[in-house]
């Protein structure tokens, strides 16, 4: 059974120090419980039990359950967030209008990806109430900033036409993405949600789009399949496996 190191401390009494591979441990466990039981039926002791640890360790790394609770919950958001960036993270992001909807769909699908990979943590967030409804409250806010974000530089470079209202559109976007996430975690298997994703494009892209974006949509149509685009914000690209344990170690 996996438990903390001990250290000297002042006065010859010994401290025990606590183990991060532990705390990851109890971070899933915790993920699972909650799932399973949700905040209110969840017991320190089973989440312990289920990461293989006491519940002594269970306290050197949260003060309650809460506090495990709330560090899953910003961990995840802020990963969400970092998979939904905004534009000036994107340096290399396309101009041309034919390769920024390919750019686009592959950024949607890595967000969809990890929140497929971690719908455990979004059933969670789904009955997460008082106290932490300001985390999901202010998330929601954040990624329509972001949305309004890019359709005011879309328009900019010519390709949403000008008498759109950016903030309505993003709000009608964030709506409708936000919907079909929830219907993701409802699915007892993995969904098409690429196909979602593209049709939610094409409607946001016919409904908004100038002449020349809604081109470059039909020409996409007839190529077929998506081809690989690389996304890169910055010098990193991020991989789904690495998305998921990034949510836990956060």
């Known amino acids: 059974m996996p438990r903390g190191r001990e250290s000297p401390r002042k006065g010859g009494r010994v401290s025990r120090v606590a183990d991060p591979k532990a705390k990851i441990a109890l971070l899933r466990a915790a993920e699972e419980v909650f799932s399973e039981r949700g905040v209110a039926g969840a017991r320190v002791e089973d989440i312990a039990k289920k990461a293989n ?56 699908v890595q967000l969809y990806e990890f929140l497929w990979q971690t719908r455990a943590t979004m059933r969670i967030l789904a009955t997460c109430r008082g106290e932490y409804e300001y985390l999901i409250d202010a998330f929601k806010a954040d990624m329509q900033r972001r949305s309004r974000e890019w359709l005011e530089r879309w328009r900019c470079d010519g390709l949403i036409r000008p008498e759109i209202d950016v903030e309505i559109a993003a709000t009608m976007m964030s709506g409708a993405f936000e919907e079909l996430a929830m219907r993701m975690i409802r699915s007892p298997h993995r969904p098409p949600f690429e196909r979602w994703l593209e049709l939610a494009q094409e409607t946001f892209v016919r409904a908004f789009g100038t002449s020349e974006l809604v081109q470059a949509l039909e020409r996409r149509s007839q190529r077929g399949p998506l081809s690989g685009f690389g996304l890169r914000r910055g010098a990193q690209s991020d991989g789904g496996d690495r998305s998921v344990r990034a949510a836990h170690e956060g």
């Open 53 to 108: 640890v006491s519940k002594g360790a269970f306290y050197l790394h949260f003060e309650s359950k809460e506090a495990a609770l709330k560090q899953i919950v910003e961990s995840w958001l802020a990963r969400c967030s970092s998979l939904f960036a905004a534009p000036h993270e994107y340096p290399d992001a396309p101009d041309d209008p034919d390769t920024l909807l390919d750019f686009c769909i592959e950024r949607d």
